[in-house]
């Protein structure tokens, strides 16, 4: 069992900035994708942004140029910097990772509350 941990959520300010961390129980260089996901209220899930086994980085249109995904597989951790935060993108947000051995498996962390508001 693997388990993913956020961390780094809280109220903020528009414009303002986050660093969302999700610390994994076991090496996340054998993850074959890793990513992060929202979902606000009433709404469904949302893709954020995911990092393929290569090192290819997605994002999702709402968050291109503002949100950057980057991982430290030396401390098992994935990161999401968020910068110049919008009302809009107030949500929970989960950490989620598949890996190599059994990729149709997805892991999820217990989400972290990002919320924008002046």
């Known amino acids: 069992q693997v388990q993913l941990v956020e961390s780094g959520g809280g109220l903020v300010q528009p414009g303002g900035s986050l660093r969302l961390s999700c610390a994994a129980s076991r090496s996340i260089s054998s993850s074959k994708t890793m990513g992060w996901y929202r979902q606000a209220p009433g709404k469904e899930r949302e893709l954020v942004a995911t990092i393929a086994a290569g090192g290819r980085i997605n994002y999702s249109d709402s968050v291109k140029g503002r949100f950057t995904l980057s991982r430290d597989d030396a401390k098992n951790t994935m990161y999401l910097q968020m910068n110049s935060l919008k009302p809009e993108d107030t949500a929970v947000y989960y950490c989620?990772?598949?890996?190599?051995?059994?990729?149709?498996?997805?892991?999820w962390g217990q989400g972290t509350q990002v919320t924008v508001s002046s």
């Open positions: 989620n990772a598949r890996f190599i051995l059994r990729p149709e498996v997805p892991y």
